[in-house]
C-alpha cells in the first residue's frame, strides 16, 4: 500500500475562491460590499449631480451634457443602469473574475462622488 505524501508548499486555493467570490455560484461578502458601494455611488452621483445642475454649474462629459440637454436627469440613470447591466453581464459570463465588475464601476463613481461633493462643498 503505497503511502500518500501531501507537498508541503501545495496551497488549498478553495478559501480565496470562495473569499473572491470566485467559486462557481457563489458571492463573497467583498463583492456584496462592493455592489452596495456602487449602489450607493450611483445614487449620490446622479443627486450631486442634479443639485450641481440646479445651481448652475455644467455637467463636463460633453456626451452626458447632451444627452442630459436632450433627455434631463433620466438620460444619466440610463446611463447608470447601462454600465450596471454590462457589468452584471461580465460578472455572469466570467464568475472567475466576479470582483472585477463591482470593483469597475465603484472605483470611478466614488471618485466621481468625492471629486462632485468636493467641488459643491467649495462653493
Not at 73 to 83: E, Q, T
Amino acid at each position: 500500500m503505497p503511502l500518500a505524501t501531501t507537498d508541503p508548499t501545495a496551497v488549498d486555493l478553495s478559501a480565496v475562491d470562495e473569499y473572491l467570490g470566485s467559486a462557481p455560484g457563489s458571492v463573497s461578502d467583498l463583492e456584496l460590499l462592493l455592489w452596495a458601494l456602487v449602489g450607493w455611488a450611483l445614487v449620490l452621483d446622479i443627486v450631486l449631480t442634479a443639485y450641481g445642475l440646479s445651481i448652475g454649474l455644467v455637467e463636463r462629459n460633453p456626451l452626458m451634457r447632451q444627452a442630459i440637454d436632450t433627455f434631463g436627469l433620466a438620460a444619466l440613470g440610463l446611463a447608470k443602469a447601462g454600465a450596471v447591466g454590462v457589468a452584471l453581464v461580465f460578472r455572469l459570463l466570467w464568475p472567475e473574475y466576479a470582483i472585477v465588475a463591482p470593483l469597475g464601476l465603484a472605483v470611478p463613481w466614488v471618485l466621481a462622488v468625492l471629486f462632485n461633493a468636493a467641488l459643491l462643498a467649495s462653493l
